[in-house]
DNA sequence: TGAATATATGAACAAGTATTCATATATTAC
DNA sequence: GTAATATATGAATACTTGTTCATATATTCA
């Protein structure tokens, strides 16, 4: 059972949302709780616009869910699943 | 408990280099049986000379691990850790 | 030893990606 | 309505990464 082209490239690419240290940085705390753009900035030491951006990657792999509530959005993680990869890649880390 | 500053950069590392889709095949190809360069070359249907610059990448990430027997150097995925990650990711991107 | 083969590597270029800055949209409060 | 705040986005620049080509190393065989 070869990989087919398609999964692939879309295996390659949910790797890549998590390939960037800032996107790490963003699913970590997304993983204790949901939180807003400003405070994720904050934790994260990045700038809000720079935020913003990862966050729609991050969105358009349906990593990440947003929940808007007045004017602030608060993210967090789509599913059990990204819990799991992260955490499966976090303890290779750890163990390796 | 927030992520470590080097934690975050290895994770960052590790899915980096899960995040192309040459190393996704190839990691794909290891995942049935080990393979020398130049069969994995043709497997995947790249220059010889990217697949040993890719499989250094993966070998640095302790993802895969060379054999060598005479001249050839029979690469396989370094343990089963891989091997799950790289299934949790398909099996996201199936039925995601 | 020298020729042939398998793999590895350095440097240069090309392609992709992240960040910044300026600006836009959306919501709330007045 | 206007002002203030939160987030999003486009474009430009800077950075990172992958591939190619040329060359190097290592091993086998004659």
Redesign the pocket.
Known sequence: MTLNELKAIQLAELF?ALS?V?RVRIISTLIEKEM???DLAEKTQ?????V??????LRQMRLIR?R?S????FYSLDDDHVKKLYLMGLDHVKHG
Chains 1, 2 share one sequence.
């Open positions: 890549s960037d800032n807003n753009v400003s990045m700038s809000e616009s720079a913003s951006h990862q966050l729609r990657g947003g808007k007045g004017r602030q959005v």
